[in-house]
């Protein structure tokens, strides 16, 4: 099993930047493919960026293109998603996840939910106009 805890999240204004945080234990020697979600109510989970442990190139959605950075600092088995120059479009829930689940292997470039076996609880992103 492996846990995963997001921080980071908040409110800002437009233009302004925040850092997520997706902190993994337990059984993290599993985990070779993490990434980013967010979800609006009433809307589908979508998947932000991705990156895998063994160095390829990381997935970002059109969307954020540009402004956000996937990165992770393996040492300290941790995630992290750079957001600058956020608008109020950017304004979700926020959600880790980790794995790949069989069927999906090898798991790289664009996310789906149902490759991920593992997430987080979510951490909400509020950013006004």
């Known amino acids: 099993q492996v846990q995963l805890v997001e921080s980071g999240g908040g409110s800002v204004q437009a233009g302004g930047s925040l850092r997520l945080s997706c902190a993994a234990s337990?059984?993290?020697?599993?985990?070779?493919?993490m990434g980013w979600f967010r979800q609006v109510p009433g809307k589908e989970r979508e998947g932000v960026a991705s990156?895998?442990?063994?160095?390829?190139?990381?997935y970002y959605a059109d969307s954020v293109k540009g402004r956000f950075t996937i990165s992770q600092e393996r040492a300290k088995n941790t995630v992290y998603l750079q957001m600058n120059s956020l608008t109020p479009e950017d304004t979700a829930t926020y959600y880790c996840?980790?794995?790949?689940?069989?069927?999906?292997?090898?798991?790289?470039?664009?996310?789906?939910?149902?490759?991920?076996?593992?997430w987080g609880q979510g951490t909400q992103v509020t950013v006004s106009p």
């Open positions: 990156i895998s442990t063994g160095g390829s190139t990381p």
């Open positions: 996840a980790a794995g790949c689940r069989p069927g999906w292997w090898p798991c790289s470039g664009t996310p789906y939910p149902a490759q991920f076996p593992y």
């Open positions: 337990g059984y993290t020697a599993s985990v070779d493919y």
